[in-house]
């Protein structure tokens, strides 16, 4: 080991909403870990059910707890970058409210990063428990992540083509590598792109022993998608004419959202055009099937999205049109089979048009 576990710091941050029936534990089996040296910060996002002074109250309890209060909700991924954020140690572990850790949770990991100085990551195989803590199924092997090659890319496709749930994306990140991310984006899949563009900084390595508790297992993608867009962040419908409208294509989102991050990542030309023809492959190789049937879904649901379109304000089809030309871009790109170009050629006409802008502007 490079260092003696006592000079290693950890910062671990657990942010949570309304959670006050379930944050408990989850602290709880923060401050059970045998790791000796870590800080907890406790990132209460708005809740108005009791959370903040059940938080309050553990700050008063332990001098490793400090507690952020944000002033209003501003959803999962918001706090997800935040908690990279807080706290200057070299390790940084993002925790959630409701999921709980063995007690050796850290102290697992802690000795994989230390033993691998490549390592940006290191997370721990997963159980999914409910109530208390009754189990009720493991995650399978393939869950977990072991990119190591000693290629950059070569590490971003294999995450790219193997990332699945969560307790792959739970664990402990080496700050170096953290802060080489680009900023968290509000789109479907930000977690696979999240891991992608990290596996780019350093190697993703795993713990075989189920160290990772998680409450109630996953939820349908669709949800997802739904709540990973700003709209659903301001607790804003998603059917209204100002609404993005990707979320309805989360896995074509997904895909295409890795193409978005290798185009801006630090890589030769040649390298990044090449990452973006692989992540293409890669993602039709893992779900064309489902992309097909996403494709077809938005397909069908276009005319009545252009009826809407056609009548709105000149501004708000110039809004609408652009957040309807964006999710046709994705799906033209990635299922090119399936998206009628003759759909994407009325879309302009309607959004492009000189006119459009300029009777806005004049009605402004």
């Excluded at 890669?282 to 992309?291: T, V």
């Excluded at 879904?297 to 009826?307: I, K, V, Y």
């Excluded at 809004?319 to 009325?346: D, H, K, N, Q, Y």
Aim: glycine share 6%; proline share 6%.
């Amino acid at each position: 080991m490079s260092a003696p576990k006592v000079n290693v710091s950890v910062d671990v941050n657990l942010f949570v909403y309304n959670g006050v029936t379930t944050v408990g534990p989850a602290i709880e089996s923060v401050l059970a870990q045998t790791w000796p040296a870590f800080t907890l910060t406790l990132i209460d996002d708005g809740s108005t059910d009791g959370t903040a002074d059940l938080l309050a109250g553990y700050v008063a309890l332990d001098p490793r707890i400090r507690l952020k209060r944000n002033r209003r909700n501003g959803g999962a991924i918001a706090n997800f970058q935040r908690a990279f954020w807080f706290g200057d140690a070299d390790y940084v572990m993002p925790k959630s409210g409701d999921d709980m850790i063995a007690p050796d949770f850290i102290e697992c990991l802690m000795d994989v990063l230390l033993a691998h100085p490549n390592a940006a990551m290191c997370h721990a195989a997963g159980l999914v428990f409910r109530g208390t803590d009754t189990v009720v199924g493991h995650y399978p092997p393939e869950h977990r992540l072991d990119a190591v090659a000693t290629d950059p890319p070569e590490r971003a496709r294999y995450v790219m083509a193997r990332y699945t749930s969560s307790p792959a994306f739970w664990g402990i990140y080496r700050r170096a590598a953290v802060d080489r991310l680009s900023p968290i984006r509000y789109r479907s899949g930000w977690d696979h792109v999240l891991l992608a563009e990290l596996a780019l900084a350093g190697e993703i390595r795993h713990v075989a022993k189920p160290l990772y508790w998680r409450r109630d297992g996953g939820k349908p993608v669709l949800q997802l998608a739904r709540a990973a867009t700003e709209q659903a962040r301001a607790g804003l419908p998603l059917d209204d004419t100002l609404a993005e409208q990707r979320w309805r294509t989360p896995l074509i989102t997904t895909a295409y959202a890795h193409l978005e991050m290798a185009a801006a990542t630090r890589l030769p030309h040649a390298d990044r055009l090449q990452l973006m023809i692989d992540a293409r492959a890669i993602f039709r190789a893992r779900w064309l099937g489902l992309m097909i049937r996403e494709a077809e879904a938005l397909r069908a649901a276009l005319p009545a999205l252009l009826s809407d379109l056609r009548r709105t304000s000149p501004l708000e089809a110039i809004w609408m049109a652009r957040s309807l030309a964006e999710v046709l871009r994705g799906a033209t790109t990635i299922v090119p089979e399936v998206t009628a170009p003759e759909v994407a050629a009325e879309l302009a006409a309607l959004s492009g048009p000189t006119n459009l802008l300029t009777a806005a502007l004049t009605a402004a």
